[in-house]
C-alpha cells in the first residue's frame, strides 16, 4: 500500500479539500497511472452531495473523479495490454467478474459484479470505499485501462471516458445514421458530445437547451438547429418528426413534451440522473409505438471503440482547464449550467495545494 494526495468531500455539506488516501501496490494484471486531467461530470456532485439517497448512498470520505487521463508509471508482471510511459484512460468502472454473464457480452456496466471507479465498496480492502480521479495517481486492472489515441489534446479526452461514452452508447445502440433527425436534450457535458457523435454520424442534430445565451455555441459545435425549450411555439414545429432524442438534463422536466416530438416508433433514451420520479403519460408512448429507455455510460470494449472513433474523427470535450485548488468554485458554477462545456482538472496542480 501506499499513499497520495487527493481531494474529498467528508460530508455531503462539506466543500472538497486535500486528504492522504491509500492506493494498493499493482497486483500481477494492475497498472499504476500518474493521473494527468481528469474530467468533472455532473454526477460527481450528486454523489458528493449524496443526492442520490438510498438508491445509491455516498460512503464518505469521497474521492470523486472518474474521467481519468494519465500516463503508466508502473505495471503488475501479468499485464500485457499497456507499457510504461503509455498514456491511458480509466472511466467509471475498475473492475467486474470476467465469468459474469453481462461481462461475457461486453456490458460490464450492467454486471452486479461492477466496482465503480469510486463510492464502490473496495474488495481489495484498501480503503472502505474505492476512490477516484481527484487525486495524484490511480491503480487499475488493466482489462478497465484504456488506450488513448495519440492526436488528440489530453485535456479534452478526459471527459470521453464518462460523458463521451455515455452519449456515444444509446446513440450507436439506437443505429442512429445519415438522414436520421436526432434530438439532444441540454447542452452540457454529456450534451456536447451527443451533438459532436450525432453530427459526425450523419444526423440532422437539433440542440433542445433551456439557455439561448448557448445557440451560437450549439451551432458552432454541431447543431443544426437549436430550439429553446420553453418556447412552446418552438418545441410545436417538431411534433411527431425525430428518430432518436437523448435527453441528459441532470434536474426534473417534463418528458412527455419531448416524447410528442418523436415519430412512430422513435425512441427517447434518458441519461440524465435527476434522483426526482418521472411522470410519463401511457398516452405519450402508446400512440406512436413510442419507446422511453435509459442508458448507462457504455462497456469497455465500446468505449475503447468509441476512444478510437473520437482518434479517427478529431473529436474531443470542450474544456475549460482547471486547477484542483478551483475544485469548489467549479462545481458552483456547474450547478448553474457556467461551464463550455466541460471543466478538465489539470491535475499538476494538486502537489501546490
Ligand atoms: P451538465 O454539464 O450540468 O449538463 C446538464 C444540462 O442539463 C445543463 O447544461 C442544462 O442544459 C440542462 N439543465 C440543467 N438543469 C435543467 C433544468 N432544471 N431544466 C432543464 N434543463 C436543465 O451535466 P452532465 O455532466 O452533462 O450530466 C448530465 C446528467 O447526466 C447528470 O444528471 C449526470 O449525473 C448524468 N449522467 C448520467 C450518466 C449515465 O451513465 N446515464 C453518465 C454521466 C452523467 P441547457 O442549459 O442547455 O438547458
Ligand atoms: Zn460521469
Not at 471527459?159 to 442512429?176: E, F, M, N
Not at 440532422?204 to 439557455?211: A, D, E, I, Q, R
Amino acid at each position: 500500500m501506499y499513499t497520495v494526495k487527493a481531494y474529498a468531500a467528508t460530508s455531503a455539506t462539506s466543500p472538497l479539500a486535500p486528504l492522504s488516501i491509500p492506493r494498493r501496490d499493482p497486483l500481477k494484471h494492475d497498472v499504476q497511472i500518474d493521473i494527468l486531467f481528469c474530467g468533472v461530470c455532473h454526477s460527481d456532485i450528486h454523489h458528493v452531495r449524496d443526492e442520490f439517497g438510498s438508491a445509491m448512498p455516498t460512503i464518505f470520505p469521497i474521492v470523486p473523479g472518474h474521467e481519468i487521463v494519465g500516463r503508466v508509471t508502473s505495471i503488475g508482471a501479468d499485464v500485457t495490454k499497456h507499457n510504461i510511459g503509455d498514456i491511458v484512460a480509466v472511466g467509471c468502472l475498475v473492475d467486474a467478474e470476467s465469468t459474469c454473464p453481462h461481462c461475457r457480452v461486453n456490458r460490464e456496466q450492467y454486471s452486479p459484479t461492477k466496482v465503480l471507479t469510486y463510492n464502490s465498496p473496495d474488495k481489495h480492502g484498501t480503503a472502505p470505499a474505492t476512490y477516484g480521479g481527484y487525486a495524484e495517481s490511480i491503480v487499475v486492472d488493466e482489462r478497465f485501462v484504456l488506450r488513448v489515441p495519440g492526436n488528440l489534446d489530453l485535456a479534452g479526452v478526459a471527459p470521453l471516458v464518462c460523458a463521451g461514452i455515455t452519449a456515444y452508447s444509446p446513440i450507436r445502440r439506437w443505429g442512429v445514421t445519415k438522414g436520421q433527425k436526432v434530438g439532444i436534450v441540454g447542452l452540457g457535458g454529456l450534451g456536447h458530445m451527443g451533438v459532436k457523435f450525432a453530427r459526425s454520424l450523419g444526423a440532422h442534430v437539433v440542440l433542445f437547451t433551456t439557455s439561448p445565451r448557448k445557440r451560437e455555441d450549439a451551432l458552432r459545435i454541431g447543431a443544426h438547429e437549436v430550439v429553446v425549450s420553453r418556447n412552446p411555439d418552438e418545441m410545436a414545429a417538431h411534433v411527431n418528426t425525430f428518430d432518436f432524442i437523448l435527453d441528459t438534463v441532470s434536474a426534473p422536466h417534463d418528458l412527455n413534451e419531448y416524447l410528442a416530438l418523436l415519430h412512430p416508433e422513435g425512441n427517447l433514451t434518458l441519461v440524465g440522473a435527476s434522483a426526482e420520479k418521472i411522470d410519463v403519460s401511457a398516452y405519450s408512448l402508446i400512440f406512436g409505438g413510442r419507446s422511453l429507455s435509459g442508458s448507462l455510460i457504455g462497456g469497455i470494449a465500446e468505449t475503447q471503440e468509441m476512444l478510437d472513433f473520437c482518434g479517427e474523427h478529431n473529436i474531443v470535450s470542450d474544456v475549460e482547464v482547471i486547477g484542483m485548488q478551483d475544485i469548489n468554485e467549479a462545481y458552483q458554477r456547474l450547478e448553474k449550467g457556467d461551464v463550455k462545456y466541460r471543466f478538465s482538472i489539470d491535475m499538476s496542480t494538486l502537489k501546490n495545494t
